[in-house]
């Protein structure tokens, strides 16, 4: 499953009232290439992922795409020159620093 804070939520359903204008539709995250992501306008399909906000699919994310992405937060990014959805990526066991298991506390 792939997570998404509250803030994205709230701009993807900014975006998908404004910018789809249709409620057959959500925006799409999609694979464009080798690391690029965009958000394309489509219709739910067995197996994706429905995020929801306020009783609205705020964002579709297809069965291949959840696996890749597992465990990792979706969030919304507003700096002066630009806006963008930030894919922050959950770590396995292998990309922590050490290599090693983290300890449980007692």
Partial sequence: ????TERAKRRLKQLAGTKLGRSDTAPRLVLA???IFGLVADRESDGDQ???HEG???LLLGP???RSLAGSTLDWDEAPHHAR???KRARTWA???SGRAL???A
Avoid: C, F, W
């Fill in 95 to 97: 990309e922590r620093p």
């Fill in 1 to 4: 499953m792939v997570n998404v």
């Fill in 50 to 52: 429905r995020v929801e």
């Fill in 85 to 87: 959805l930030v894919i």
């Fill in 56 to 58: 609205r699919v705020v």
């Fill in 103 to 105: 300890r449980r506390a």
């Fill in 64 to 66: 291949s795409l959840v």
């Fill in 33 to 35: 290439g080798t690391g």
